[in-house]
């Protein structure tokens, strides 16, 4: 796992290096019930995230648009503060589908395609988004419970943890809770790559809650 990670970040991939990293850590957990290796492991991701982020320019221009995105709005943070006037004129129940302004939000059918959603579709519309999302990793980690064998119920805890970072860290990046990341939302964004692993991940989890 850490080749894996060490090649990402080499690529200067560093949204799939945390989400693989995040995998590893919850199948760890799973499989050995001890908190000591996630403590380690995330003592490591700290260790990680300090190293990018004084050997990498571009973690340091995310970090710095994390703190303060108003000091960069018409340069480096013109993305995420666009994407928070999208969520914040969506209000509660939105403009309208269609009715809202996505092509102000620069790559706005990436990986901040959730901004555009809240835009049109208000707090209840991105919320209803959010909740099928808690629904369908809380059915692949009960399909992981109720699984027969020890191997497919780790595979579909990894699988769950892999959709649940990916919302968890594009969410999170769009709406200034986290750094931005550049990881498409799944089953949304724009994407071929993208989409064609998310449904292979949910054949395999099918596939293993058939055999229960």
């Known amino acids: 796992m850490l080749f894996a990670i060490g090649f990402l970040v080499l690529e200067k991939d560093l949204g799939a290096a945390l989400i693989f990293f995040g995998i590893y850590i919850v199948m760890l ?3 050995t019930s001890k908190l000591g290796y996630v403590g380690l492991g995330l003592l490591g991701f700290g260790l990680g995230g300090v190293i990018s982020y004084f050997l990498f320019n571009h973690v340091r221009i995310r970090v710095e648009i994390w703190l303060n995105p108003w000091k960069y709005k018409l340069d480096k943070g013109y993305q995420i503060c666009q994407s928070l006037f999208a969520i914040a004129s969506g209000g509660l129940f939105g403009r309208g589908l269609g009715l809202g302004y996505p092509y102000l939000i620069p790559l706005a059918i990436n990986d901040f395609i959730f901004s555009a959603i809240a835009e049109e579709l208000g707090l209840i519309g991105a919320s209803a988004i959010i909740i099928l999302y808690f629904l369908l990793v ?7 419970i109720y699984s027969k064998d020890y191997f497919s119920q780790l595979v579909a805890v990894g699988i769950s943890s892999l959709l649940a970072f990916q919302v968890f860290v594009v969410i999170g990046g769009v709406t ?8 498409t939302l799944p089953f949304v964004s724009y994407g071929g790559s ?3 692993l998310n449904f292979i991940s949910l054949g395999v989890l099918y596939k293993i809650s058939e055999g229960r």
């Open 138 to 144: 809380y059915r692949g980690l009960r399909t992981a």
């Open 29 to 31: 957990y799973i499989s």
């Open 194 to 196: 993208s989409m064609l």
């Open 176 to 183: 200034k809770m986290i750094p931005m990341t550049g990881i």
